[in-house]
């Protein structure tokens, strides 16, 4: 008996009907996709290359540039400065899924992607494990830069884990933001530049580079509440480096709890923005 062609062919209709419902399928879409993304930079090595240089940029300028001009009672500032540095690059390293995402729909990938029977989040899943990746290795390189140049852990080894993996959920839960963000436009210019506006801000109005007490009050009301300044006290604490003269300066909950904060925001991001980043995918994929 002939089979008839269509029989063979996967639905148009987008990947929510044709999606396979079961949990072991859905890792394995998500595992997919997650390898795509890994090819793509193992065949685009300057993404990676650029995302390394960086950190060691801001490691080697903060540290030798302005250590002699910035006074951090009784603190080293290349102690103080290292958290910022790791909190600021994997926040901006959380971008490239806004612009990824946004690049894929301009170039007809997401079209392609319609017409597979997969999870409609597994290229979601696979494009934000990405940034976990790039994340996790500029983390790497940052440590390593950090000890060279002088910087010290001060706490447990437990404790010292617990600050790269606080860094490193924080800029995946952000990941979905920007995933969101990136299907909302349509040019990755369009994302960049919103990112960069929304993101620039946040990371150098905070306490990541100087302590927030010596900005002026306005600014340090905004600093005290930022979510990056949480991040960036959050590590501080879990590396030890926080300044013995500096605890207790800030009476803002935020400050006082910044490890409960940073976890409550990574929740908070992950509850509203996966839902709504699946979603939003789901639409633009059938239409």
């Given at each position: ?80 400065i290292m958290a910022g540095i790791f909190a600021q690059t994997v926040v901006f390293g959380s971008t ?42 500029s983390m790497v390189v940052m440590i390593g830069t950090g000890l060279v140049v002088g910087w010290r ?68 009301i905004f600093a005290e509440y930022n979510p990056v300044s949480a991040l960036v006290q959050s590590a ?52």
């Open positions: 008996m002939t089979v008839p062609a269509t029989a063979h062919r996967p639905s148009l209709d987008g990947p929510a009907s044709a999606a396979p419902s079961s949990l072991s399928t859905w890792f394995s879409d998500g595992w997919v996709a997650t390898k795509r993304n890994m090819i793509k930079i193992k065949r685009v090595p300057d993404i990676l290359v650029f995302t390394t240089l960086q950190p060691i940029m801001f490691v080697l300028l903060f540290s030798y540039v302005y250590a002699g001009v910035i006074d951090i009672p009784g603190s080293d500032y290349k102690e103080f490239y899924s806004g612009s990824a995402m946004a690049q894929d729909l301009k170039d007809g990938i997401i079209d392609r992607f319609r017409t597979l029977p997969m999870s409609p989040s597994a290229v979601l899943i696979g494009r934000t494990n990405g940034d976990l990746f790039i994340n996790t290795v852990v001060r706490s447990s080894l437990l404790e010292a884990l617990a600050g790269v993996a606080l860094l490193l959920f924080f800029a995946y839960a952000l990941s979905w933001v920007l995933a969101f963000l990136g299907m909302c436009v349509r040019s990755p210019e369009v994302i960049n530049n919103v990112s960069f506006l929304v993101l620039f801000p946040l990371t150098f109005i905070s306490n990541a580079f100087v302590p927030a007490e010596s900005l002026p009050t306005p600014l340090r501080r604490e879990l590396f030890g480096n926080v300044p013995p003269e500096a605890r207790g300066v800030s009476d803002a909950w935020t400050i006082q709890n910044p490890i409960l904060t940073v976890l409550i925001g990574i929740v908070v991001m992950l509850v509203i923005f996966v839902p709504l980043s699946i979603r939003k995918f789901s639409r633009i994929s059938t239409r």
